[in-house]
């Protein structure tokens, strides 16, 4: 049965899709509002286009000194570390890992992995970032979590009003109704193949 399926069916099915919603509700989450600047095959330089391998690695506590707001970075990423059922994330170029490129928290739920945050780091932000493709490797990523943790890398995010046709068009997310964005198996194996091809 396909994700969205799942979430269409009678909340009296009791399907775990469902504490989702409340999750969203209890949260009063504000929605997620990176932008898909580009889908690379890894990150790409913006003056020489050159492109960098990258890794993906669980952020460790002494990391988190390098991600504070003081450090211009938009998110509390401790209080995100602090969270039990989340794990955070971070992107580094291949054989460069004390650079942090980006930031993903991510929720492994009974069917599908959902992403809590999403951050570039400050230097690839605005118009003098230095590397694009870095938002769309973090998601691509947790898309090929959801297909390790069994979940057919079916994916869900809450996303910022103005942005839900961004996702639409960038990611191939479908719109469920609201904010609630979903990436169900086609669209994340063409993410994963993207960023992943060669792993």
């Given amino acids: 049965m396909e994700f969205s399926r799942k979430f269409c069916k009678n909340q009296s099915t009791n399907y775990p ?6 999750h969203v509700k209890k949260s009063k989450e504000t929605g997620l509002d990176f932008v898909i600047d580009k889908l690379t095959n890894s990150i790409e330089n913006i003056l020489t286009g050159d492109s ?32 039990p059922e989340r794990d955070v994330y ?4 291949v054989n460069n890992s004390t650079i942090i490129q980006g930031l993903i928290s991510l929720e492994v739920k009974s069917d599908h992995v959902y992403m809590h945050l999403v951050e570039s780091a400050p230097f690839n932000k ?37 942005l839900v046709a961004h996702y639409e068009k960038t990611l191939g997310a479908l719109h469920f109704g609201g904010r609630v964005m979903i ?17």
Avoid at 73 to 82: P, Y
Avoid at 90 to 93: A, E, P, S, V, Y
Avoid at 183 to 199: C, H, R
């Fill in 17 to 22: 899709a469902f504490s989702y919603f409340s």
């Fill in 90 to 93: 971070k992107l580094t170029i």
């Fill in 52 to 83: 960098f391998a990258t890794d993906i690695s669980i952020l460790k506590r002494s990391d988190l000194n390098t991600v504070s707001r003081k450090n211009k970075w938009q998110f509390n990423w401790t209080e995100e570390f602090d969270q």
């Fill in 126 to 162: 605005g118009k003098t970032k230095v590397y694009s493709g870095v938002p769309g490797n973090l998601v691509a990523f947790a898309c090929k979590l959801s297909f390790q943790r069994g979940h057919e890398g079916n994916v869900s995010f809450l996303s910022k009003t103005q």
């Fill in 183 to 199: 990436i169900e198996t086609k669209a994340a194996l063409k993410l994963i193949n993207k960023y992943f091809q060669s792993q």
